[in-house]
């Protein structure tokens, strides 16, 4: 692969890093005045530049394919340094209609809905003018297993009828989520255990849906976002919300995870830069010792460090994605894998440096580092633990030096 950016991707990128440092920066602290005034509701700011950004044509980047007049026109290669830059700051990513969970969301809906799902549900998704939600997760079994999953979807009539329990569903608390993807099992006896599970969609309003209370990750509730615990009790939604048809759960969720991993690596990369920038910047203006904290011995290994684990995430991602355009995600998967593992680490590793140098004021609110390094931590669990991937890596690893 080349690991030179085209010149369309180098515009792009210029574009995008020129509008996030006039309006996303300077808007960082009204944005969390905003989610202080009002936890659950859409800070007023991004729906303001979400209209900036759709008219300079900074729009929908993530999207592979082409749908109707929608379509960010970029392969997985090309989108990949634009996330990044998103990634340098928690809130970006949707004010250019590229945040996760509706990326995925979207991306399954594109890919395997029905022209009614689309309409109903799509069109105003890629038209940021909904949020979304993805629930598989369940606190009561394993759900690195997805196959341990117990939510029921029952046929009834016309109707599923929907009984279980989810939670750190990311995106459910916000006021402007409408809808979201279940996962359960519509077949628990089929004796084929990938077989038994089904993705259906439930608007939030339903009867039955309730938003518990959000789940907090490491003391933050992640408002405006959030992480619900929802509950659905004799939910009952048409048979046409099915995604795909029965038992086709799993491979709906392979289909909506390669993207939705490597997209967060992605911007994992780029909260890692900004880490790295913060921690030289802090290190240059502080004396200890009688001297510049950037004249420390261990200081300069940590930023050479730094930056040789967030080139190194940078270059694999690049081969993950180019690997995902030429051969499909399930091509490079061995590479979404490694990618998956290594970025997150990799972040945690720089920003905890950066904390680090920081001394007290890393822990705190002045900096976005505390909050980034809880979400870094995240990451090592959403779309799959690390050991889940490490075993599947190992797996296959290990099968291509098999002999007959």
């Not at 303001?48 to 929608?70: D, H, I, M, Q, T």
């Not at 993950?320 to 995600?329: F, I, L, P, R, V």
């Not at 822990?363 to 980034?372: I, K, N, R, S, Y």
């Amino acid at each position: 692969m080349q690991f030179e950016y085209s010149d369309k991707v180098i515009a792009l990128r210029a574009q995008v890093e020129a509008f996030i440092n006039e309006h996303i920066y300077p808007n960082d602290e009204l944005y969390h005045q905003q989610v202080a005034a009002n936890r659950w509701a859409t800070p007023a700011i991004i729906e303001e530049l979400k209209v900036k950004a759709r008219a300079a044509g900074l729009w929908n980047f993530f999207l592979p394919v082409s749908f109707g007049e929608y379509s960010g026109g970029l392969t997985n290669l090309e989108y990949a340094p634009l996330a990044e830059l998103m990634g340098q700051i928690g809130w970006a990513s949707e004010v250019f209609n590229c945040s996760a969970p509706d990326t995925g969301n979207m991306e399954v809906l594109a890919k395997y809905g029905t022209p009614a799902q689309q309409e109903q549900w799509l069109v105003p998704l890629l038209n940021g003018e909904i949020r979304s939600a993805f629930a598989m997760t369940e606190p009561d079994v394993a759900s690195s297993d997805a196959t341990n999953i117990e939510t029921t979807i029952r046929r009834d009539g016309d109707d599923y009828v929907i009984n279980g329990r989810k939670f750190y569903i990311s995106g459910a608390c916000r006021e402007s989520c409408k809808i979201m993807i279940v996962m359960g099992k519509t077949d628990p006896d089929n004796v084929n255990r990938h077989l038994q599970q089904s993705q259906v969609l439930v608007p939030i309003d339903t009867p039955g849906v309730t938003v518990v209370r959000p789940m907090k990750v490491f003391g933050y509730d992640d408002a405006p976002e959030g992480h619900a615990e929802i509950t659905f009790e004799n939910v009952r939604v048409p048979v046409e919300n099915i995604i795909l048809g029965e038992g086709r759960g799993f491979e709906v969720a392979q289909g909506r995870l390669g993207p939705g991993r490597i997209h967060h690596c992605m911007r994992s990369i780029g909260a890692a830069e900004r880490a790295l920038k913060l921690l030289c910047e802090r290190a240059n203006s502080r004396v200890v010792f009688g001297r510049p904290m950037s004249k420390q011995q261990s200081v300069r290994e940590d930023v050479a460090r730094a930056a040789i684990g967030i080139e190194q995430c940078r270059l694999l991602t690049l081969k993950a994605a180019d690997m995902m355009d030429k051969a499909g995600n399930k091509g490079a998967r061995q590479l979404i894998a490694m990618i998956k593992i290594a970025a997150p680490n990799m972040a945690l590793q720089v920003i905890d440096r950066a904390i680090q140098v920081h001394g007290a004021a890393g822990l705190g609110q002045d900096t976005f580092l505390a909050e980034m390094f809880a979400w870094q931590r995240v990451l090592r669990l959403a779309d799959g633990p690390d050991e889940v991937h490490m075993m599947q890596l190992g797996r296959d690893i290990m099968a291509s030096y098999e002999t007959l």
